[in-house]
């Protein structure tokens, strides 16, 4: 179809007028109660939609459209999300029966991944942020908001790698990106949006409009251009120009301004690897994430603080102690607890609902629950009022039920009002003496006519005569043909049907018109005073989401203390420095389990790298992972699944755990863990912990057993951090030896009819890594593992089982394996040692001086010579 202006009807004209605006979107454009696409975007919607595409043809041509319903547009809008659309939604603004010409419409929002507010498309309770990064110099700032509950962020960091750090954290569904900033660490949606939006002039009055002087907030240009850059994106999708007043976010009036060294680091990689808040597997549904496993939440708000609590650990003791504190008073006082989750279920969402109220969306049902919600505020801030926790007084003297608003939508708001305003019914009778006078008008009017029904059939004698009312004729007396001789004269023809006449008399019809102005003039009265309250709510948004901040740090603890009440959590003590846990639990693991063996750890200064060995099965991934939640979860304010725990403030969490690869992106698996391993060692400081399992075993034995030894050696002399390093490198257990820092620890096993897996770890090294008969166990064919036994036969010696009962085989990767010398020994010993050259450059190499890349540079050089 041609889009010359000249050719166009009026409304085609209006639709690409507004396509070639919002050029970076997919326009649904409202006509009647549909919201149509039309020619090739049209195509594209009912291609995926997977709805029926339609013909139009006027003046210009015929031209394809296709249409979905706007009382169930979000489920379509979705798909087209999902698709990588963003979408302008264009309304009617103009009402059909009043326009001169074609109706008016204008963009009141435009959908995308990252600025979603309406229930439907959010999808739960958790947040959903949109980003912005802006780079000054070398400086780069990040921001980060949820626009449908108005959590903004903001921090800044001479590092690309921080920031980067701090998109895992935060996870967001879409990103705009300033000039000079690079897009390579995002991965999600990045949209193209006006350059001019991250100015240091505009972002600068933007960011002050709503939050007061950039200066006092934030620290650097970096940050202020991507605060002020984001809240132009976001005024953008609510149907503002970016640039004025129009879409304004009246509800966002708070920005919380951070460091990332005030949290424990854990980027994206710990975040997937310790399962905090997806599984690893993609095969199988069963099973927990952690924050699933501890979510004992009662309300929306609850949960997204859990979820923020897990995100961005505290690193600060006495901010840690003081949620411990809390936690400890909620578990030993049942009933407050169970009082206390209750009346936090009857709290609904006031994050969402004060944003929908600011933004003019809200109805009446969302005031009313509003209302229930302030409701049960005093009775929670009565439970805690004796509070010895300073937390927890804190948070009562926060718990305002702000009366003004209660007592307001009290008074105005009907019981159980209707989703819609249109319908009437949402103000409370009494609160307004004009519109209850209107309302009775109308209802005696009604009333008049219910009756006029039985007086007419008296006064006519036509017992089958009816009073009916419809949209189109108004009020109506119907006569059947059968009985028109009997119609009074009075009454005056309205409408002939097929059997049947309709009448209307002088007295129904002045009704009529009563009726009808006084249901009109009612029904523009109450949006008015609705309009008003809304309005006057909105108002108070600061204290509303003051409010909801603390109800939401109340349903937490509480949930920290029912979870530690109910599986048997204890209070960990925290420590200048070191890890010392009794009878340790994996929270997840525990939980889906029928048996779970508790292990404990002890690492301190003088012993801070763990060796553990054992098969696998046994559970040496299992124990590293409960460490790290362990830790993670005592600086998060919870409880930890342990006797006893003593613990250290850890900086961050390090994960250098499975196997995964990134074939589109040139990369192998053994790459993708050498670039994991360069970041840890690069980033790690002597107050991280870091989970290392299995390093090495994507290469040759020879080069992995090189790299483990020196990684081991690194991280003891140069970083000091305190480490796990899971190995089948049988030889790495020497290092104990040789190193102060180091010791060994493995997983029991013993022998019966099969190998049989203790979960139980000890002191010392495994003395065989049972892999055949692992095999049997996981079900490979049994003549395939008699083949792999006969075969390990020829080249295995004897060695004592790790038990001391039954004698197991090592196949020369075991302590005594023949021709190790203290320093390096594989299956390809021979070639190692008997290569004078490369013995000569190994024993010259500074490990105190040499950086990881250089080491994976030289372990490069050595393998070559070794092939040659």
Not at 489 to 515: A, F, G, H, M, W
């Amino acid at each position: 179809m041609t889009e010359r202006a000249d050719e166009l009807t009026p409304m085609m004209a209006q639709y690409f007028e507004l396509t070639r605006q919002y050029d970076d979107a997919l326009v649904l454009f409202q006509v009647g109660d549909f919201y149509e696409a039309f020619c090739e975007a049209a195509e594209r919607v009912a291609r995926l939609c997977e709805i029926t595409l339609t013909k139009r043809e006027d003046s210009t041509g015929e031209y394809a459209m296709a249409g979905i319903p706007i009382d169930n547009a979000e489920s379509y809008i979705e798909t087209l999300l999902d698709a990588g659309y963003r979408v302008a939604i264009a309304d009617q603004v103009e009402d059909p029966e009043e326009a001169s010409g074609v109706v008016d419409r204008a963009v009141t929002r435009i959908i995308t991944p990252g600025t979603l507010t309406e229930d439907e498309l959010l999808g739960g309770a958790a947040n959903n942020y949109v980003a912005a990064l802006a780079r000054e110099d070398d400086r780069y700032g990040l921001a980060v908001l949820d626009v449908s509950t108005g959590d903004a962020y903001a921090t800044g960091s001479d590092s690309l790698a921080t920031i980067e750090d701090e998109l895992g954290r935060f996870a967001p569904s879409e990103a705009i990106v300033g000039p000079a900033a690079p897009t390579d660490p995002f991965e999600c949606m990045v949209t193209p949006y006006d350059e001019r939006s991250f100015s240091a002039e505009q972002a600068r009055e933007r960011v002050g409009e709503y939050f007061g002087p950039p200066e006092r907030l934030l620290a650097s240009d970096a940050e202020v251009r991507a605060c002020g850059a984001l809240l132009a994106y976001a005024e953008y999708t609510r149907g503002g120009t970016g640039i004025g007043e129009d879409g304004r976010l009246e509800y966002l009036n708070h920005l919380t301004r951070y460091d990332p060294r005030e949290y424990m680091v854990l980027d994206a990689v710990a975040l997937e690897s310790l399962e905090v808040f997806n599984r690893r597997s993609v095969r199988s549904s069963d099973g927990l994430t952690l924050v699933e496993a501890i979510d004992e939440t009662a309300c929306a708000m609850g949960r997204r603080e859990l979820t923020d609590w897990l995100r961005r650990p505290l690193i600060d003791r006495d901010r840690i102690e003081a949620r411990h504190e809390a936690v400890d008073e909620l578990v030993g006082a049942v009933r407050t607890r169970e009082r206390l989750h209750g009346r936090l279920r009857e709290v609904y969402d006031l994050e969402r609902l004060i944003s929908r109220v600011s933004r003019g969306r809200a109805n009446a049902r969302d005031l009313d629950s509003l209302g229930s919600t302030l409701d049960v505020v005093p009775e929670i801030r009565e439970t805690i009022a004796d509070s010895d926790s300073a937390k927890l007084q804190a948070i009562h003297d926060r718990l305002d039920d702000v009366p003004e608003v209660r007592s307001l939508i009290a008074e105005a708001i009907a019981d159980d009002p209707p989703p819609e305003l249109t319908e009437g019914g949402v103000i409370a009778p009494g609160y307004d003496g004009t519109l209850d006078e209107l309302r009775e008008t109308e209802r005696t009017g009604k009333a008049w006519v219910e009756d006029l029904e039985q007086q007419e059939r008296e006064r006519t004698g036509i017992d089958s005569l009816k009073v009916g009312h419809n949209s189109v004729h108004g009020y109506y007396i119907e006569v059947t043909d059968a009985n028109l001789d009997q119609v009074p004269e009075d009454y005056q023809r309205r409408q002939t049907l097929k059997n049947s006449e309709r009448y209307y008399t002088p007295e129904l019809k002045e009704r009529e018109e009563e009726i009808i102005s006084a249901e009109q003039r009612a029904d523009d009265r109450e949006y008015e005073l609705f309009v008003d309250v809304r309005e006057t709510v909105a108002a108070e948004s600061e204290r509303i989401q003051d409010l909801a901040d603390a109800l939401a740090q109340l349903d937490v603890l509480v949930s920290f203390g029912t979870v530690a009440a109910e599986f048997d959590y204890t209070r960990p003590e925290i420590v200048e420095a070191g890890i010392e846990i009794e009878a340790g639990r994996h929270p997840v693991v525990e939980r889906t389990e029928d048996a779970f063996v508790p292990n404990g750890a002890s690492l301190d200064r003088e012993h801070r790298v763990m060796i553990v060995t054992g098969p696998n099965m046994s559970g040496k991934s299992t124990y590293m992972r409960q460490v790290a939640l362990t830790a993670l979860l005592a600086q998060a304010g919870s409880f930890v699944p342990a006797e006893r725990a003593q613990l250290g403030i850890v900086d961050r969490i390090f994960t250098r755990v499975g196997a995964s690869d990134d074939i589109a992106g040139g990369r192998s698996t053994f790459m993708i863990e050498m670039s994991e391993l360069a970041e840890i060692l690069d980033h790690a400081t002597e107050d991280s912990l870091v989970l290392l399992d299995e390093v090495g075993r994507g290469t040759s034995t020879t080069d992995g057993l090189a790299i483990a030894r020196a990684v081991t050696e690194f991280v003891h002399d140069e970083l000091g951090a305190t480490t796990l390093f899971a190995t089948h490198h049988h030889e790495l257990t020497d290092v104990a030896d040789e190193l102060p820092g180091v010791f060994n620890r493995h997983f029991r096993t013993s022998r019966e009819d099969r190998v049989v897996f203790e979960h139980e770890i000890a002191p010392g090294a495994a003395k065989a890594s049972y892999g055949v008969e692992v095999a049997d166990v996981a079900g490979v064919p049994e003549t395939v593992v008699q083949r792999a036994a006969d075969l390990l036969e020829g080249s295995e010696t004897t060695a004592p089982a790790d038990d001391g009962r039954t004698p197991t085989r090592t196949n020369g990767h075991g302590p005594t394996a023949p021709g190790h010398d203290g320093e390096l020994a594989s299956a390809d010993d021979e070639t190692v040692a008997g290569s004078g050259a490369i013995r000569d450059r190994l024993r010259e190499v500074s490990i105190a001086e040499t950086t990881p890349l250089e080491a994976l540079q030289l372990l490069s050089e050595l393998q070559s010579e070794i092939e040659e």
